[in-house]
């Protein structure tokens, strides 16, 4: 038989009680050439042996221990296969039964997107937006496009977004092994807009496909912002400067970039977080050496620079 077109991979740690739910959802999709795969990331909720005792017909990858959401991430573009997509989706999504084919037809007519993500809303207020692909500010914020606003009809058009978000995205496995894996050394946060900065840079877009509907329960496995998230947002945001903005954009934006860290990490210090986010800044500092080797090698093989960038990359938004 011929190999599938995609592979709808979730990503699961914990996610038992979610992941009747996700399945539903991608068991119910209109488009008839995919499969399915559960990678769970060292679980100890008997996610394993529900999955496999109540659906038989889906994939289990079981790690023995949790490796981080990014090398995991990694592990589930091995285990897709032999596909032209796959879509990569957290345990706390719902997706409407025309997801995966709209996001296929997107990067099939738009051969130039290396990723498409739709409309995700948030499940416990269907009114509200949870994000619509993501957006980067030349200061380094990193924010989900429209999180928080009304889903009042500002966000029913397709169009090219900087990168997709990590909670429900489709990519083009052509692209994952030109653009490489996602950055194990971020661990988690920030690595989908990683990779999809690399995207950029080795000349591919990214699309928004409103008619991709979704739900997202937001945090329902790693929780909102909390002392994890948080080390790994302000160390991660560090390096994703470091490896990805060419010359020219550093020395434009530099001064935006300190100016933003230092307002944050000035805020830090007066919460109860400080030494955590000092820690992160430490971290971040102390990684310069191999984000650099790394920079060097992005930087020698992109294929656009800082003009192309400035058509996709906000103006630096306000610490």
């Known amino acids: 038989m011929d190999a599938p077109v995609a592979c709808v991979a979730i990503l699961n740690y914990n996610g038992r009680a979610l992941l009747d739910e996700a399945l539903r959802s991608i068991a119910a999709q209109r488009f008839d050439s995919y499969d399915v795969v559960v990678l769970d990331n060292g679980s100890s909720d008997d996610s394993v042996r529900w999955v496999r005792e109540h659906w038989p017909q889906v994939r289990v990858v079981a790690l023995e221990r949790n490796i981080g959401v990014t090398a995991a991430l990694n592990a589930i573009v091995e285990a897709a296969g032999d596909t032209q997509f796959v879509a990569l989706c957290n345990n706390d999504v719902e997706l409407d039964p025309g997801w995966l084919g709209h996001l296929v037809e997107t990067l099939r007519t738009h051969p130039h997107a290396a990723a498409a993500a739709g409309k995700l809303l948030r499940h416990s207020d269907r009114t509200t937006v949870d994000r619509v692909g993501d957006e980067l500010h030349w200061s380094s914020a990193c924010y989900g496009r429209g999180a928080g606003e009304p889903d009042d009809g500002r966000f029913d058009h397709p169009q090219e977004v900087f990168s997709v978000g990590g909670a429900a995205a489709l990519y083009r496995m052509e692209a994952l092994r030109r653009v490489g894996p996602f950055d194990e ?76 860290n230092a307002v944050q990490l000035a805020g830090s210090l007066r919460s109860p977080h400080a030494a955590l986010v000092l820690r992160a800044y430490r971290d971040a500092l102390a990684g310069l050496p191999r984000m650099l080797v790394r920079r060097r090698a992005i930087q020698r093989g992109r294929r656009v620079g800082h003009r192309a960038l400035r058509q996709v990359i906000l103006p630096p938004d306000r610490p």
């Open 185 to 260: 050394r971020f661990f988690a946060y920030l690595e989908d807009v990683d990779w999809g900065f690399r995207a950029r840079l080795a000349g591919y877009g990214a699309r928004y496909e409103p008619r991709a509907v979704g739900l997202h329960h937001g945090g329902a496995t790693l929780g909102e912002i909390n002392p994890f998230s948080l080390y790994h947002l302000r160390r991660n945001q560090v390096w994703l400067v470091v490896k990805n903005y060419p010359a020219r954009s550093l020395l434009c934006y530099g001064a935006s970039v300190a100016l933003f």
